[in-house]
């Protein structure tokens, strides 16, 4: 008896290819900097987490299309939530975000962690400010753009406040590696 072909899959496009995805033409003022960095907040989104019960998240019951898990694939567990808003700031003052807008907030951000993984954040509730991350996969060659954005502010004298965040260059430097 012949096997039967299987159908044929649906592929669908990968959002890292989506021509969205594109960090800020220009470089925002250190003062727009700032003023984001004081209004931006984390919700944690149970798309992006491998056992969402453990965060008291409802599991995602969506398409499981390119999910990346902060706790399983970067090791991004609850113990870490305090150093967001850290992180948050660190990617807004390196002016790690998009032109598009979601009212008065970019729809997108992007930050670095110690560790050397990059995080994507997207918009959760504009009003708030708040936003939803997941990490960007080592395979990802979106985050060449990132890392050239971020040390072209970080390594430059009055681009970054270094003294707030002194570890900024450490984390640039660990995902040049970390993104080889």
């Known amino acids: ?15 890292r290819n989506n021509a969205n995805r594109r960090l ?6 250190a003062e727009s ?5 004081a209004r931006v907040t984390y919700g944690a989104y149970s798309k992006h987490k491998f056992n969402p019960t453990a965060y008291k998240l409802t599991p995602y019951a969506g398409p499981d299309v390119e999910r990346t898990y902060c706790d ?15 992180l948050l700031k660190r990617g807004v003052m390196l002016g790690l975000w998009s032109d598009q807008t979601d009212g008065d907030v970019p729809s997108l951000l992007w930050t670095i962690d110690e560790s050397g993984w990059i995080f994507e954040l997207r918009i959760t509730n504009s009003g708030l400010a708040q936003y939803h991350g997941y990490p960007i996969l080592p395979g990802d060659a979106y985050a060449r753009h990132v890392l050239v954005r971020a040390r072209e502010v970080a390594f430059v004298d009055g681009g970054f406040p270094v003294d707030q ?5 450490a984390a640039i430097a660990a995902a040049e590696v970390f993104y080889r």
């Open 1 to 15: 008896m012949p096997r039967k072909k299987p159908a044929p899959r649906i592929v669908t496009q990968r959002s």
């Open 72 to 86: 399983a694939h970067a090791d991004f567990g609850k113990d870490n939530f305090t150093r967001i808003p850290d």
């Open 165 to 169: 965040d002194p570890n900024a260059q």
């Open 33 to 37: 900097r700032a003023g984001l960095s």
């Open 24 to 29: 800020s033409a220009t470089l925002p003022t």
